[in-house]
């Protein structure tokens, strides 16, 4: 359904100066970050231990938000969307922020040997199941594999973002149809590298223990933290005085709905794979779970049992809330904490069984990795209109209005 598109050529479409003070904000967060994790980790005992392993979790957090961005970026276009052309150019920053994070996996390639166990010199010879998969976990196959990941969404953030602000000045609606063609194959590309670099990454820091869905559960935790970003965000640019008018009610309940969808979703592929492993009761698969249900991490675990999915589930199933922004955002921060709670529970338990140890160290490194992230992206949506201004399906995204 559709009402009287909007006229947004009186208003501001720009970050402009104003991303310069926030850059510095962030950028000043990111430094503070850094000093106060090293501080902190050379003041305890296993601090530089402790201070890599949950570095890979909001590592593994902050790369999971640009590539639920890259991946919203090309449903959009694969699907020739129209309600979410004005939003789309935010995504599109988000997604190009995947080089930051190709520069940040430095730390976990160095430090690979602590992380990774099948990493350790003659970690195969003492081990039959590390030497069976000794072919593809290996130190200079990992190496290779990441880079060929990042390449993969390098590219196609690149070519996306640089076809998109080549319509500004040249509303060819080629242009469109060339993202459009290429946003198929680039979503098949994608979906292979996400689920390959979630094993490499993240599973086989357990190297005894694998799921065949546990790539679609990274995926879906990114895809709904980008939604869960996205109304701050947005709330955030109109308290700036821009996309006042281009954004409106409609679209955020939209970005609502998926918040929700993919909230159950999550749902629906965690309770799969517990499921399924609970069911076989195979010993070199249940201890996977048993880890982080025994000790401090039960705790933890029904968190994400009840925060995770009932109170979202709960919260986002009103009509009324998803057209509310302000509201909307707050119940987006949460969802994005749950998110991150979600990444230390994939990770820690693996280096502290039985033992929930979240402290100050933590925190900084959370800020220090966010605050270079966020400034880098506040630098990009500084650089360019904030919305599509050459799209043929603008005034579509304009007028659109929810059933």
């Not at 920053?93 to 930051?100: E, F, K, R, T």
């Not at 709330?235 to 939209?254: F, I, N």
């Not at 809330?321 to 709670?341: D, H, N, Q």
Request: a neutral charge; aromatic letters at 16%.
């Amino acid at each position: 359904m559709q009402k009287e598109v909007l006229d947004i050529t009186t208003e501001p479409r720009r970050l402009e100066a104003r991303s310069t003070k926030w850059m510095v904000i962030a950028a000043v967060v990111g430094v503070i970050g850094i000093a106060g994790s090293f501080f902190l980790a050379t003041g305890a005992e296993g601090g530089m231990d402790y201070l890599l392993e949950t570095y890979l979790v909001s590592y593994a957090f902050f790369l999971s938000l640009s590539l639920g961005a890259l991946f919203f970026v090309m449903l959009q276009h694969v699907t020739r969307a129209g309600w979410s052309v004005v939003v789309r150019r935010i995504a599109e920053a988000i997604a190009a922020n995947v080089w930051l994070m190709a520069l940040l996996a430095i730390p976990i390639l160095l430090g690979m040997e602590h992380l990774y166990h099948w990493a350790h010199p003659g970690a195969a010879d003492h081990d039959p199941l590390i030497a069976g998969k000794a072919g593809f976990l290996n130190v200079q196959f990992f190496m290779i594999r990441v880079a060929v990941y990042f390449g993969i969404w390098i590219v196609l953030a690149w070519f996306f973002n640089r076809t998109s602000r080549a319509q500004d000045g040249n509303p060819d609606p080629a242009l469109t149809r060339r993202m459009e063609v290429l946003s198929a194959p680039g979503i098949v590309l994608f979906a292979l590298s996400l689920n390959f670099a979630a094993f490499d990454l993240l599973m086989s820091l357990d190297p005894h223990w694998f799921s065949t869905i546990y790539g679609v559960y990274y995926f879906s935790s990114s895809v709904l933290l980008f939604f869960a970003v996205m109304p701050k965000i947005l709330v955030w640019l109109q308290m700036q005085g821009l996309l006042k008018r281009a954004v409106t009610v409609e679209h955020y309940h939209d970005i609502g709905k998926f918040m929700f969808a993919f909230t159950v979703f999550w749902a629906y592929i965690a309770f799969s794979q517990y499921m399924l492993i609970w069911y076989g009761n195979i010993p070199e698969e249940t201890e996977w779970f048993l880890k982080r249900q025994t000790g401090g991490w039960t705790a933890i675990s029904l968190t994400l049992l009840f925060g995770h999915f009932v109170l979202p589930f709960l919260m986002l199933i009103s009509r009324h809330v998803k057209r509310r922004p302000r509201l909307l955002a707050v119940i987006g921060v949460y969802v994005a904490a749950m998110c991150w709670i979600d990444m230390y529970w994939l990770v820690i338990p693996e280096f502290s069984p039985g033992v929930a140890r979240f402290g100050l160290l933590d925190v900084a490194v959370y800020l220090a990795v966010g605050g270079l992230y966020s400034a880098l992206l506040v630098w990009r949506l500084g650089r360019a209109s904030l919305v599509p201004e050459g799209d043929p399906r603008l005034n579509e995204s304009l007028a659109f209005e929810n059933a």
